[in-house]
């Protein structure tokens, strides 16, 4: 397979979407480096999966949420969660404004 060169304008289009300053020799570097794992992507299109069957988790996931008003047997009492806490007060966690 040939090597997909990203230009220099790629990489600085890179770097603007990860909010990255580069200088010229990490524009250059990242050239090489991207090259090479598109290169290594490139590999899975070689790969036949028509006779593997999709799936969407690759483990055995079970829903673990509740429906309002069911008791959660496994959970923490509000004593317990408050435990540790460095500030709390009436039964809540004091922490500081977050703007």
């Known amino acids: ?40 992507v490139k590999n899975l299109n070689e790969l036949d999966t028509n006779k593997i069957s999709t799936t969407q988790y690759n ?5 673990v949420n509740f429906e309002d008003g069911e008791k959660n047997e496994k959970g923490l009492t509000q004593e317990q969660a408050l435990k540790n806490s460095v500030k709390n007060k009436s039964g809540y966690f004091i922490v500081k404004k977050i703007m």
């Open 59 to 63: 483990t055995s996931v079970k829903n």
């Open 1 to 40: 397979m040939a090597t997909k060169n990203l230009s220099k304008e790629e990489i600085i289009h890179l770097g603007k979407l990860a909010a990255l300053k580069l200088s010229e020799a990490e524009i250059k570097k990242y050239q090489e480096q991207l090259a090479k794992t598109l290169d290594y």
